[in-house]
């Protein structure tokens, strides 16, 4: 197990690199300059409002100095995994006298709050339904569990937060329609939109996996012995059932990460995924490097986790591996 883990560490050391490399080329490509003349929007702490000033071009040669942009990209680059490595990913360009890692400290609690939330969500609903439809499998609550699944892996976040707003909030006045962190109704909306995917897919992996656990010798072999109903599906089958669900985890909560993004924006949450938006639109390198950088660590870590705990649940993954 320790040879396992220890391998799984060291992947991850050239698959950031990877990430790294291949944004600041990315971003190099796309052209565009934080400090081109003309106003632009950008974000602020609370709201867009317009950055940027006619300047002269003395002016913008001396920013570029300043920053460093005036060097060869290979000596950028290389300041840049200097950066990285000692976890200064440097100032922003266009977010005033902030720094990438002012707005990691500041806004990662709130897309961390909503990444949270929704996957709770996901757990609290998803299980529990994926397990009903096992055990209950052809019935009508089964039926409309798989359609509604089925719509909530192809609905895409921004159309179920749109109709979510327009029928909750606007029509029926129950909730607020943006915000975060005021009150827990600001937070509910959100966490459901971002938790639907995750909720539908979990229901899915589940419900196959259960019926063709509850095939199995095993199981059989259990419910002739004469023990309950209940014992057998809790203990003998949910337990080896949710192998498949935890291998899925890490994927889930990659796209927790990338869509929030899109529920930040629809309802106006002052999270990482805005500002990350904004920087694009500003070519602000910096700041886009940086979360990317940030969001990659994220995912990377939960890939190893998972990776570590399936092993130490099935011994099968670490033996095939060694």
């Known amino acids: 197990m320790l040879r396992f883990a220890l391998r799984r560490v060291l992947w991850t050391i050239p698959t950031l690199f990877v990430v790294v490399t291949l944004t ?40 570029k100095r300043k920053y460093g942009l005036d060097r060869p990209w290979y000596d950028q680059y290389a300041d840049y995994l200097k950066g990285v490595a000692t976890l200064d990913l440097g100032p922003s360009l266009t977010f005033r006298n902030r720094t990438v890692n002012d707005l990691v400290r500041e806004q990662a609690p709130v897309t961390l709050e909503l990444g949270g939330l929704a996957c709770l969500w996901a757990l609290l609903i998803g299980v529990p339904v994926g397990v009903l439809c096992a055990v209950r499998a052809g019935s009508a609550f089964d ?23 327009y029928l909750v909030s606007l029509r029926a006045g129950l909730l607020p329609t943006s915000g975060w962190g005021e009150s827990w109704t600001q937070m509910l909306l959100p966490s459901l939109t971002l938790a639907l995917l995750p909720m539908a897919w979990i229901v899915r992996l589940l419900r196959g996996s259960m019926l063709e656990t509850l095939s199995a010798d095993y199981v059989q072999a259990a419910a002739a012995k004469g023990l309950r109903r209940q014992r057998v599906v809790l203990v003998h089958v949910l337990r080896n059932a949710a192998l498949p ?59 190893l986790v998972v990776d570590l705990v399936h092993a130490a649940l099935d011994p099968r993954v670490r033996d095939a591996t060694v």
Request: charged share 10%; glycine share 12%; aromatic share 10%.
């Open 24 to 63: 600041f080329l990315l971003m190099r490509s796309i052209g565009g300059s934080p400090l081109r003349h003309g106003p632009f929007l950008g974000l602020s702490r609370v709201a867009w409002v317009k950055y940027g000033d006619w300047q002269p071009q003395s002016i913008e040669a001396n920013i």
């Open 143 to 165: 039926t409309g569990a798989r359609v509604v699944s089925s719509l909530g892996v192809a609905a895409p976040a921004f159309l179920v937060g749109t109709m979510l707003i």
């Open 245 to 303: 669900v935890l291998t899925a985890a890490a994927p889930l909560l990659g796209f927790l990460i990338t869509g929030s993004f899109i529920v930040e924006e629809v309802f106006a949450i002052p999270g990482i995924g805005r500002y990350y938006i904004a920087a694009a639109g500003a070519r602000d390198y910096p700041v886009l490097l940086g979360l990317t950088v940030v969001l990659t660590i994220v995912i990377v870590f939960a890939n």
